[in-house]
């Protein structure tokens, strides 16, 4: 397994780690298998998008709209619980088979850590399980 340090520098933001997931693979001399991505925080999430230019932010408009104003109940800070709610629809982790190495991504996928309570130091532990296992 690997861990990486993503820094995040807006309160929402998409941050492209598909490179930092690759070299992970690299690194752990990975042939074929399922890399698993997971993210140490409740107030972040991964996914695949596609990143052509402006897709950044409609996703992070689209996630803030989806969410009804309501009175939350979040005992340290009632306005940071849509972050929470959001980071959960998202979810933590994905899991993304490899073939030699290199992720079986779409043409225009990426693999995205979605801020929303930025900015911060990110932790994200990257594990490769073989197919040979």
Not at 89 to 113: E, F, K
Request: with cysteine; proline share 6%; charged share 25%.
């Amino acid at each position: 397994m690997k861990t990486a340090t993503i820094r995040t520098r807006k309160k929402d933001e998409v941050v492209d780690i598909t490179e930092v997931v690759e070299e992970s693979l690299r690194q752990m001399n990975a042939s074929d298998g399922i890399c698993v991505v997971f993210a140490a925080h409740t107030t972040c999430a991964l996914t695949t998008a596609d990143l052509d230019p402006g897709t950044d932010q409609d996703l992070l408009e689209a996630l803030r709209r989806i969410l009804p104003k309501m009175s939350y109940r979040h005992p340290h800070d009632p306005a940071h619980t849509p972050d929470h709610i959001l980071s959960s629809i998202l979810g933590p982790s994905l899991m993304i088979p490899y073939i030699n190495g290199q992720l079986q991504l779409g043409t225009w996928q990426r693999v995205i850590l979605v801020e929303l309570d930025g900015p911060r130091q990110r932790t994200v532990h990257i594990s490769s399980l073989s197919s040979d296992a």
